[in-house]
Each structure stands twice: as structure tokens, then as C-alpha cells.
């Protein structure tokens, strides 16, 4: 027995897991449309682990957005004792500061994705950015992986591993 055929068993009750929800659970579970099932699982994909992202793809977006100017500009501006204008102040200085001296955003580090939230937080709550332009910027870091990688399978699914699995990985 290979190590890859015993991985199949800590995947079975995985996949027999998920062919009893819609829409496999309504399909024909006798092996005849295994192809197509096989097929729509490999197509179904989670959330993988955040990436990092080029600065140029952000200061690219701001500038397409005309809120890269807007924040120069506003980053000129003084501390007023007033919030949330001084709180935004500091987070444009800051963002332009990074922008001006990195080449990537490190936003697979939670850490560095956090603080770039607050710093977005602060110029959305300010007016500077919008919520969808922050979203936007948060989700370039985001990526997708496989259904079947997060169960733990090095390869896509094929009919044998459905037929497998429904037979109790025997």
C-alpha cells in the first residue's frame, strides 16, 4: 500500500461528506455521473492564505480611482485636533510613506494586513476612500485555492477516488 492510497482514507469520509449536499446529493450516486460530479467538486474553490501585493497594483488602483492625487494633497494638510480628519492624516502620510519606499505590500503577514486596515479604517472613516475602494484594496491580497487541497488531496479528484470514498476507501 502506497502512502498516496492510505491518504485516500483520511479523505473518504471527507468526500462522502460532500456529495450528500446540493447539488451532488441530487445527482446519481451509482458511478454513472462520476465525471461530472468529479468535475464540479474541482471547480469548487475556499479561501486560500493571503498574499502579498505588489505596491504598484495599489498605487495603480488609487490613481484609476482619482483618490491618489486627492491624497497627496490631503497629506499636506495639517493636524487639526479634530477627529477623524487627524487620524486620517496620519494614516496617508503613513500610507504614502510605504508606498513611496516599498515594492510590496507584505499583507500575507496578518500583521501588516491589519495595520494597512487601520490605515484604510481611518481614511474611509474621514471620507478620503470609499468602503468599496477599501474593500477593493483588502481584497487583492485575498486568493482561492481547490475544494479537494483543503481536504488534503495533492491532485484533482477523478471518478475512481469518488467510487473509492463511497466504498468506504476500501
Do not use: C
Request: hydrophobic share 45%; proline share 5%.
Amino acid at each position: 500500500m502506497t502512502s498516496d492510497t492510505k491518504n485516500h482514507y483520511s479523505w473518504d469520509p471527507l468526500i462522502v461528506a460532500k456529495l450528500a449536499t446540493a447539488p451532488y446529493s441530487t445527482m446519481a450516486q451509482d458511478g454513472s455521473q462520476d465525471v461530472q460530479i468529479a468535475a464540479l467538486l474541482n471547480a469548487e474553490t475556499v479561501a486560500g492564505p493571503r498574499a502579498d501585493v505588489p505596491v504598484a497594483s495599489v498605487t495603480g488602483y488609487l490613481a484609476l480611482q482619482g483618490a491618489l492625487y486627492s491624497l497627496k494633497v490631503f497629506a499636506g494638510a495639517a493636524l487639526n485636533q479634530t477627529q477623524p480628519h487627524d487620524n486620517a492624516l496620519i494614516a496617508a502620510n503613513e500610507l504614502l510613506t510605504v508606498i513611496s519606499d516599498l515594492r510590496v505590500f507584505q499583507t500575507s503577514d496578518p500583521a501588516i494586513h491589519d495595520a494597512l486596515k487601520v490605515f484604510l479604517d481611518a481614511l474611509v472613516a474621514n471620507g478620503n476612500l470609499t468602503q468599496p475602494q477599501e474593500d477593493a484594496m483588502l481584497k487583492m491580497a485575498e486568493t482561492t485555492i481547490p475544494w479537494w487541497r483543503i481536504i488534503g488531496m495533492e491532485t484533482a479528484l477523478n471518478e475512481h477516488d469518488l467510487a473509492r470514498a463511497r466504498a468506504g476507501g476500501l
